[in-house]
């Protein structure tokens, strides 16, 4: 300890002997009657304590839940395929190509969400309608490639619908009815009604019949009487070779159409069958 | 009570950062002030009283050789520790609570300065805080001569130096916590305490020089 801290020390000391003021009792009543008077009740503090994490927590809780749904409602929504309204006529290849080609449901999902993104969520009904319909394209893909029968058949089913309808209009226009599409309508009316039921693997031949002449007839060119022309009669698709001659002559009239849907019926009727 | 400036300038070289004295509040108390008033802040009452017991004479001291008036002393003190209870919510033990206290007491004090700078009274010297001229010097012995030479030459300090003075001894605050509470920096708050505890000195030791 050198000289200016004993020195240091010494007024220190002299300050100490000189400092003995107490604070008068009537202050320290004062302080502590407001200091009691300002206390908290624990109880409340308790609540306090509590209750300060537990709204941040519902805040944050809340505010995650938002985000998440505002973040999964675009996967929510279906892609758009084109309405079977607007869908072309029937093709030279019927059935092997099927009727939603990706190109189109390309085209239609992007031209859909410009334009009705709004809308979407209004007309939920008419899209789980169109996506019932319209399977995705992977699943589109996988199905052409097993070749899967049931796919095909659906697509000959929706044909079918929008082509008896017109169908029965050409009738109407022309009152010549044949048998077979006499006995079509009820067929086809039953299909609509239960449109989810499953198609057997193997269809029965009228029904073969009744999709053959829904697509020939759809063709704003073809008439009935040429509809019943060109399908091949019932007895001769008892057997495969019967029914392959019957193809054989629809091709040498011209009709590749007919004779192409054919070929598939047959195919599908008769697996085993070995094509010449 | 001249100081020669080499010798204001050697004792501050030789000042210590964290001189502390014998009578002052402990260093390692900071803690337990801190969870005092955390436990006031949750509505413990007793915890205040403790706290308040340990400090009230220290700052009722301070400030009452700040103002040296005791009416004055009286309002600010009772002004202090209202701040104290009402900030009790937004306490955080961010720092020494003597720190804290004497923080709020020290901008207190400015605070009153400025509200009645333009009063006279102020200046005037509280009877009990000056030494008795009534007494025969040959009564007095040479410690009380000492005594009042002391408080003489307090009263008569520089308010900035007094105040520095003050925190030092009653409070116990080391230089950098003086500077914090006082808002300057270091070397200026060691300087002012240089300088007054020189001047004290000199007013102690002055029946010895005259010798």
């Given amino acids: 300890m050198n000289n200016e801290q004993q020195r240091d020390n010494i007024v220190s000391a002299a300050y100490k002997d000189l400092a003995n003021e107490r604070t008068p009792e009537h202050l320290d009543q004062r302080v502590l009657a407001m200091a009691a008077g300002s206390a908290k009740d624990p109880s409340y503090s308790r609540w306090i304590s509590w209750a300060r994490p537990v709204a941040w927590a519902a805040t944050i809780t809340l505010c995650l839940a938002i985000t998440l749904e505002l973040a999964r409602q675009p996967e929510v929504q279906p892609s758009v395929a084109p309405a079977p309204d607007v869908l ?33 969520s209004k007309d939920r009904d008419r899209h789980d309608l169109v996506k019932i319909e319209v399977p995705e394209t992977a699943e589109e893909n996988a199905r052409r490639s097993s070749g899967d029968i049931e796919l095909q058949q659906e697509v000959a089913d929706s044909i079918a619908n929008t082509a008896a309808e017109k169908a029965s209009l050409l009738r109407s226009a022309a009152p010549q009815p044949t048998e077979p599409q006499a006995a079509d309508q009820p067929a086809a009316a039953a299909r609509r009604q239960a449109p989810n039921e499953s ?6 031949v009228e029904e073969i019949r009744v999709r053959q002449s829904a697509v020939v007839a759809s063709s704003p060119m073809a008439s009935d009487a040429d509809a019943e022309w060109m399908a091949c009669p019932k007895e001769r698709r008892n057997t495969a070779e019967s029914w392959y001659e019957c193809i054989l002559e629809l091709r040498e009239a011209g009709e590749q159409a007919a004779a192409e849907l054919e070929q598939e019926l047959l195919v599908d009727t008769f697996p085993d069958f070995k094509l010449p | 009570m001249v100081s ?3 010798t204001a300038v050697s004792a501050e070289m030789s000042l210590p950062s964290q001189t502390t004295v014998a009578y002052a509040p402990a260093m390692d108390r900071s803690p337990e002030d801190s969870a005092l008033m955390l436990r006031y802040r949750d509505g413990d009452t007793a915890a205040f009283e403790v706290l308040y017991r340990r400090h009230n004479d220290a700052l009722y001291r301070y400030l009452l050789r700040l103002c040296k008036h005791r009416d004055n002393a009286d309002d600010i003190f009772q002004e202090v520790w209202g701040k104290i209870i009402k900030a009790a919510d937004r306490y955080r033990p961010t720092a020494k609570f ?13 605070d009153y300065l400025r509200r009645n700078k333009r009063h006279t009274h102020i200046a005037q010297v509280d009877a009990d805080l000056q030494p008795n001229p009534g007494e025969s010097p040959d009564t007095l012995t040479e410690r009380s001569l000492a005594r009042e030479r002391l408080q003489l030459a307090l009263l008569e300090l520089p308010d900035e130096q007094r105040d520095v003075f003050l925190l030092h001894e009653e409070a116990g605050l080391s230089l950098d916590e003086i500077a914090k509470v006082t808002d300057s920096n270091r070397e200026t708050t060691k300087s002012r305490l240089r300088y007054a505890v020189n001047k004290l000195r000199v007013a102690i030791d002055e029946p010895a020089e005259a010798s």
Avoid at chain 1, 91 to 113: I, N
Avoid at chain 1, 199 to 204: E, L, R, S
Avoid at chain 2, 98 to 110: D, E, G, K, P, Q
């Fill in chain 1, 199 to 204: 198609v057997p693997a193997a269809p029965a």
């Fill in chain 2, 98 to 110: 003597t720190t804290y206290l004497y923080r709020v007491a020290h901008n207190c004090f400015i």
């Fill in chain 2, 4 to 6: 020669s400036a080499p």
């Fill in chain 1, 88 to 120: 072309p006529g029937p093709s030279t290849t019927g059935l092997v190509q099927g009727p939603f080609d990706e190109q189109q449901s390309d085209e239609a999902r992007v031209a859909e969400d410009k334009t009705d993104a709004g809308f979407l």
